[in-house]
């Protein structure tokens, strides 16, 4: 009987009993903290075959106090917190989900910026403190959207604004400009698209910064910039500057630097509280991606424990 460490979260909550599957194989699924701090997730590591990994950060040190580890099935699709150098040292192959959460994301994305157009959540605000008051917002088809980004889920977006009916830009230096056409997006360079886009989409992967001081200068006032991506891609103090000086229309988020940790950020201030949406990390909380993603980590857990090789192998 292997041990597998599972660390998200959300592993196993969907509609599928992973952890039922995994002991239908023989293996005990055993909870860690999801944050790795290392002075508790170490006599966890210590014990474990397989590592089903959340977001926390997979490093070295965490690598070397599991000597019995044979995968690190990252829960998700980014890898950029995880060590893949100290892993391919170690010989311990490291995969990922691509693709699981893709449609969620997707969906929430295209939620927020009905939200932010809208103002939906400032309005039910205002009503329940006794504020029937209106605010005029806009239409997501009158609008020129640029997509950040155009894997899975920057096309899924694209897929769904496609019905509201607004002109689509969409920059990815790494996606052929013909593929961009085919699926209903103009190709733009990154520039063009800030100068351009009236609501600005982040589908980028994180370790960059997209958005700073010099580039929400050049952004027209009343844009309204989304990110369901990664907080590293934009400077929080510069964003919420352009926000009370109305350079930004509004700011919608599933992130921010810090994640729960994050209460001193600049954009929880109460007086942007009518143009800053923020959500807890639920862009890939469905039933439908959980049970994705925690499927597709578990398949490839199973797969090395079993002696083959995992289907969703990441590579430096």
């Not at 155009?150 to 013909?178: N, T, W």
């Not at 109305?246 to 929880?268: E, I, K």
């Amino acid at each position: 009987m292997a041990t597998i460490l599972a660390t998200s979260r959300s592993f196993s909550d969907g509609d599928v009993d992973l952890i039922a599957r995994a002991a239908d194989a023989g293996h005990k699924v055993v909870r860690g903290p999801a944050h790795h701090d290392l002075a508790e997730l170490g006599p966890l590591l210590a014990g474990a075959d397989a590592w089903i990994a959340g977001t926390g950060p997979v490093t070295s040190d965490h690598l070397d106090a599991a000597p019995g580890l044979r995968i690190v099935a990252r829960y998700g699709v980014g890898t950029e917190a995880v060590d893949l150098e100290a892993a391919a040292a170690r010989g311990i192959p490291v995969t990922n989900t691509p693709g699981a959460n893709a449609d969620a994301v997707a969906d929430h994305a295209v939620g927020l910026m009905l939200a932010a157009l809208r103002t939906i959540p400032d309005g039910d605000r205002r009503v329940r403190a006794g504020d029937w008051s209106v605010r005029r917002g806009r239409e997501l088809g009158a609008a020129t959207v640029g997509i950040v980004g155009f894997g899975r889920i920057g096309q899924g977006v694209a897929k769904r604004l496609s019905g509201f009916g607004p002109r689509i830009l969409a920059a990815d230096p790494y996606f052929p400009a013909d593929g961009i056409r085919e699926r209903g997006a103009e190709p733009v360079d990154l520039d063009d698209l800030f100068r351009t886009a009236d609501l600005i989409t982040l589908h980028a992967p994180g370790g960059q910064r997209l958005i700073d001081a010099a580039r929400l200068d050049g952004i027209h006032p009343g844009t309204i910039i989304v990110n369901t991506a990664r907080p590293d891609l934009i400077d929080e103090p510069a964003v919420a500057r352009a926000l009370v000086e109305g350079r930004l229309a509004a700011y919608a988020a599933d992130t921010l630097d810090g994640d729960t940790a994050a209460s001193a950020s600049p954009l929880l201030d109460p007086a942007l509280a009518g143009r800053v949406i923020v959500t807890p990390h639920l862009g890939a909380q469905t039933s439908q991606a959980v049970d994705n993603m925690g499927a597709m980590s578990l398949d490839d857990v199973l797969a090395v424990l079993d002696g083959r090789a995992p289907r969703h192998l990441v590579t430096r």
